[in-house]
């Protein structure tokens, strides 16, 4: 059974990716990610001495702020920083700058659907253009699910508002893009066969999670290669000027 989806695109089709780096002179590393009409900015400062109460000073310190477009933050932004903050923990090494802290700021500047995700893409790319040491890339996708179970990709805010549930997902980037060879098994398993980070909201069977991770895993690849894509021209770039 298909879906009509009002902007024409199928189930599992990304809207159009977007990404520039180095686009902030004050900040350590930068980034803007859009996917569609969704917008977000990314600032990396840091690492900075010390570490923020609570936090164990023989580690990396991360702390996530949230700008929203408009308004104050809310509930919604401070889960949204919280998830933020742990999967960046995740993808980077915590064991190369001990007891520092260094801040990654988020601003939204168009909200149009599947924000989290792009935030947190906005911001892996940031890490990589301040240097910031990291295990491996990581790629964020939303799988939304409509009343008749289908499973749709990278819905836009009226797609989001209609359906009844939705995962964020978070997986690693495909090993070949970055980590060196004879690194991309984990305890035996391929490290892309894993999850980072994965949020639900509204109510979906085991069932329907797993067709979501699916679906979701299946389009981590056009992400990574857009990464790839995106980073191997930085570095021309770069080359280029210097």
Request: glycine share 6%.
């Amino acid at each position: 059974m298909e879906i009509d989806r009002e902007d024409g695109r199928t189930p599992n089709q990304l809207r159009p990716l977007a990404c520039s780096r180095n686009i902030l002179h004050r900040s350590h590393g930068s980034a803007s990610w859009s996917q569609g009409d969704t917008k977000v900015l990314a600032a990396v400062y840091g690492p900075k001495a010390g570490t923020k109460k609570n936090e164990n000073p023989e580690k990396a310190c991360f702390e996530v702020i949230w700008k929203p477009k408009t308004g104050q933050i809310g509930k919604v932004e401070k889960e949204y920083e919280m998830i933020l903050k742990r999967t960046i923990q995740s993808i980077c090494v915590l064991t190369v700058n001990p007891n520092t802290t260094t801040s990654v700021i988020i601003q939204v500047v168009h909200d149009d659907g599947s924000l989290l995700p792009c935030a947190i893409n906005a911001a892996c790319a940031a890490l990589v253009d301040a240097g910031i040491p990291m295990k491996h890339l990581a790629v964020a996708i939303c799988c939304c699910l409509a009343d008749n179970g289908y499973a749709v990709l990278d819905p836009n805010k009226l797609e989001e508002k209609k359906m009844t549930a939705l995962a964020y997902l978070v997986f690693p980037n495909t090993t070949l893009s970055v980590l060196p060879e004879g690194s991309s098994l984990v305890e035996g398993e391929p490290v892309e066969h894993g999850i980072i980070t994965s949020v639900t909201h509204g109510v979906m069977s085991v069932d329907d999670y797993f067709l979501c991770v699916e679906n979701g895993r299946a389009a981590t690849a056009s992400l990574s290669a857009f990464f790839r894509k995106n980073f191997q021209q930085s570095q021309r770039d770069s080359s280029k000027a210097g």
